[in-house]
């Protein structure tokens, strides 16, 4: 069983371009989070998909993020306009159902590091 | 707002030590889960906590759930250079279970 896989590992942008990140969940799942890790720091939630749709995105930047979780395909993350303060590891985790308060584990991947010169 | 402290930042012990590394809140949790995260990888979850004042074992670590369900510690024993790693301690959101809050992590470094 594949876990969840995200690619690129690493990236490297200059200031004012675009960072696409890629998250395929684990066979089976359907529920997509996105994480934010700066240096020293915990995670910071930003996004939940599923199929199709965005759940919640109060985690996210309002202006140059985006994510989508299509059909088909991988969830995408992407950052417009990239800024010195971008620079992270981002995470995807993915489940196979709702998490609840006492019950789900989120299985995550390896995650992308960003980093914007 | 529900926020998650851990304690010490950083330890450095030698192979064999104990330790025991703190998770703290002012705010009850209805969870609480430890994961440990290598260099360059992603979190890896060791345990969920449920009930207050619960204990759970897992080989040479023990985690346990405070009774009022606002703090959590994670006892290591006999520690080795696998331990070697940044601990995190998480917990659900009262409104939005799943959005994890994250603890800043302890990061533990086992000389051998």
Redesign the interface.
Known sequence: NAG?MQNPRHLVRRRGQEARLRCSPMKGHS?V?W?RQLP??????MV?LQKENI??ES?MPKERFSAEFPKEGPSILRIQQVVRGDSAAY?C?SSPG?????TG???????S?LTVL | TQLLEQSPQFLSIQEGENLTVYCNSSSVFSSLQWYRQEPGEGPVLLVTVVTGGEVKKLKRLTFQFGDARKDSSLHITAAQPGDTGLYLCAGPRMDSSYKLIFGSGTRLLVRP
């Open positions: 969840v529920h989070y994480y020293e720091e915990g995670l910071k939630f939940y759940i919640d985690g995470f985790a709702p998490i609840g308060a006492n584990e989120l299985f995550f991947g390896e995650g590091r």
